[in-house]
């Protein structure tokens, strides 16, 4: 009886410890864990020659937090980035106008560098105008800070073209200070630059893939995911530019092609690159949030081994005769 009531409580006990820590583990899943913000931006700084952040977009998944998570995730980059970055812009675009107010007047208050906005994407402007309408109003909850349209027409299913986004826009949004583009369409990219050649735009480029010929279009920076572990790669690719030889930028975009085309080809996004992301940083960035959903085992492995094949990651075993290596 004894050992049957000890049994007993051992069980009760081991029970009582087992489930509230799992109930724990479960609600900490998912949450986001902001005590690694500090260390990465040391990572992006020293690992990858980034210094400058786009914070909430489409990589920081920042549709699918909450108004006071993007507001917490945005007040950490900000805090943690002082003395460091260069440069903290934070997307404050939401479906709610006003939520979107709220974001752009905290991102002032908190000492961003710069508030950017997307489309609106259930409801949507169908018309340049009306898009306008809705940027202008966001543009006014900030009016010290510099503003920046986010174009990226696969996700937000808003296809008005950027050049007639930009037609006229600082007579509406006087804090208008440039776009991101996240498009492949170069004739509509050119022309943005084209039509605003007198007015310091900053025409930052989203197609990481494609950048060397946005930097020929005029690009006069760039915004993408793939910096995340790429950044120093791609500053290589600049810098050649910079210095006009060609044929080693093409050499360092043609390695940056290699890489994504293969993981392209495996099924590459947000979560993906997430993975990527802890792979090469080995800071933890945990898993997406749903709808999303972690990337797999085999596309890990996968693109690791890629990686490695490319000379991308740091501790490189394969250096002797790797024909592909890119350093
Ligand atoms: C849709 C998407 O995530 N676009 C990113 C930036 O806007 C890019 O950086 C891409 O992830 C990158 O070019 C790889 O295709
Ligand atoms: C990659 C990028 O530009 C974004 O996350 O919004």
Same mark, same amino acid.
């Given at each position: ?79 943690k980035g002082r ?12 479906l709610s106008l ?53 174009? #990226? %027409?696969?996700?937000? @299913?808003? $296809? ?5 986004? &930009? !037609?006229?826009? +600082?007579?509406? #949004? %006087?804090?208008?200070? @440039?776009? $991101? ?5 170069? &004739? !509509?990219?050119? +022309? ?52 006009k030889d060609f ?81």
């Amino acid at each position: 009886r004894a050992r049957r009531g000890g049994a007993e409580r051992r069980l009760h006990s081991a029970e009582r410890r087992r489930v509230p820590r799992r109930r724990r583990l479960t609600s900490r899943l998912g949450e986001i864990n902001f005590s690694v913000i500090g260390q990465y931006v040391d990572y992006l700084v020293k690992e990858q020659g980034v210094k400058n952040i786009f914070v909430n977009g489409t990589t920081g998944e920042g549709l699918s937090l909450s108004i006071s998570e993007r507001r917490r995730v945005a007040e950490e980059w900000v805090t943690k980035g002082r003395n460091k970055l260069d440069q903290v812009v934070i997307h404050v675009g939401a479906l709610s106008l006003k939520e979107s107010q709220e974001l752009a007047q905290h991102a002032a208050e908190i000492g961003a560098d710069g508030i950017a906005v997307i489309a609106p994407f259930f409801l949507k402007p169908w018309n340049k105008d009306v898009l306008i309408n809705f940027l202008k109003e966001v543009a006014a909850a900030a009016p010290a800070l510099p503003f920046y349209y986010y174009h #990226i %027409p696969a996700l937000t @299913g808003v $296809k008005i073209r950027a050049e007639e986004v &930009l !037609d006229g826009i +600082q007579e509406k #949004i %006087p804090t208008f200070q @440039g776009l $991101k583009f996240s498009d492949t369409d170069l &004739l !509509d990219f050119g +022309q943005c630059v084209d039509q605003n050649r007198q007015r310091q735009f900053a025409f930052l480029f989203g197609v990481d893939e494609q950048l060397l010929s946005a930097l020929v279009m005029g690009a006069t920076g760039a915004v993408g995911s793939t910096y995340n572990y790429l950044g120093k790669k791609t500053n290589q690719m600049l810098e050649a530019f910079e210095r006009k030889d060609f044929s080693s930028a093409l050499n360092h975009q043609f390695c940056i092609q290699r890489f994504i085309n293969f993981v392209v080809k495996l099924g590459f996004g947000v979560s993906q690159t997430k993975a990527i992301m802890t792979l090469v940083s080995g800071i933890p960035m945990g898993p997406p949030r749903l709808p999303l959903q972690k990337a797999s085992r085999e596309f890990t492995d996968n693109a690791e081994a890629k990686l490695r094949s490319l000379d991308f990651l740091s501790f490189n075993d394969l250096k002797d005769g790797n024909l592909e290596a890119c350093s």
